[in-house]
C-alpha cells in the first residue's frame, strides 16, 4: 500500500512538471531571488496556508507562522523573520492574519492544563484581560471567541508598532501593518484595522528614539 507521505512527492513531481509545462523558464526565474511585497504572520493551523487563501504564487509573501498568530518581543525567531523582510526585502505590508475556530484562542480562553503550549498561549490570557468586560458580556462561548480572535490580532499589530525594526521603517518610508481575520466557514478575510505610520495608535511610552 502507499504510504501516505509519498503522495507528497508524487504531488511535488506534478506540480514541477505543470509548472515547467506553462513555462519552461519558471525555476529559473524563481531562482534568480526574491522580492516580495508582503509580510505574513499566520496561524500554523493546516486549513489558512497564506498563498492558497490569497490566490497569490510562489515569491510573493514571505511567511511566519506560529500557534495563534502572536508577536512576542522575545521571540528570536519572528523577530528575525520581521528584521529580514522590512530590512532586506523591504516589504511594504506586514500582515497579521488570524482565524476565527483557532484551536490557541480556545485554549487560552480555557482553565485546562495543556502543557508547554499553555506558556505560548499565555500571551492571549494577557488580551483576554485586557478586554475581560467586552469579551465576558457575550455568554455564547464561539462568539466569545470569535471576538478575542480579534482582539487578539489588534494587539499583535500593535506589538508590530512597538518594535525598533518597524518604528525606524517610518522614519524614512511606507511600511503598513494589518489586522485580518480569515473565516473558515466562508473563506472570506476580514479586515480590523490598519496601522500605516508612528502617529497612530501607540502610547509614547513605546515609542523609541529611533534614528536612520
Ligand atoms: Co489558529
Known amino acids: 500500500m502507499e504510504k501516505s507521505y509519498e503522495r507528497l512527492i508524487m504531488g511535488n513531481k506534478k ?19 526574491q522580492r516580495p511585497e508582503y509580510l505574513w504572520i499566520g496561524c500554523s493551523d493546516s486549513r489558512v496556508p497564506a498563498n492558497e487563501i490569497t490566490s497569490t504564487k510562489s515569491g510573493e509573501i514571505f511567511v511566519h507562522r506560529n500557534i ?17 523582510a522590512v530590512n532586506v526585502l523591504g516589504v511594504s505590508h506586514i500582515i497579521v492574519c488570524g482565524h ?31 478586554y475581560h468586560n467586552e469579551l ?8 466569545r471567541a470569535d471576538l478575542l480572535t480579534e482582539f487578539n490580532v489588534i494587539e499583535q499589530v500593535r506589538n508590530l508598532a512597538k518594535t525598533t525594526t518597524v518604528q525606524k521603517a517610518w522614519l524614512s518610508r511606507k511600511l503598513h501593518i494589518h489586522g485580518w481575520v480569515y473565516g473558515m466557514n466562508n473563506g472570506l478575510i476580514k479586515e480590523l484595522n490598519a496601522l500605516h505610520d508612528e502617529t497612530e495608535d501607540l502610547p509614547p511610552i513605546f515609542r523609541y528614539s529611533v534614528q536612520k
Open 68 to 84: 495563534a498568530n502572536i508577536v512576542v518581543h522575545t521571540d528570536l525567531n519572528l523577530l528575525s523573520v520581521v528584521e529580514y
Open 136 to 143: 465576558e458580556a457575550i455568554s455564547d462561548l464561539d462568539k
Open 100 to 130: 476565527y475556530g483557532c484551536g490557541g484562542v480556545r485554549a487560552a480562553m480555557s482553565n485546562n492544563d495543556n502543557g508547554l503550549v499553555d506558556i505560548w498561549l499565555r500571551n492571549i490570557k494577557e488580551v483576554y484581560h485586557k
Open 15 to 33: 506540480f514541477a512538471l505543470e509548472k515547467r509545462f506553462d513555462d519552461p523558464e519558471y525555476f529559473k526565474k524563481l531562482s534568480l531571488g
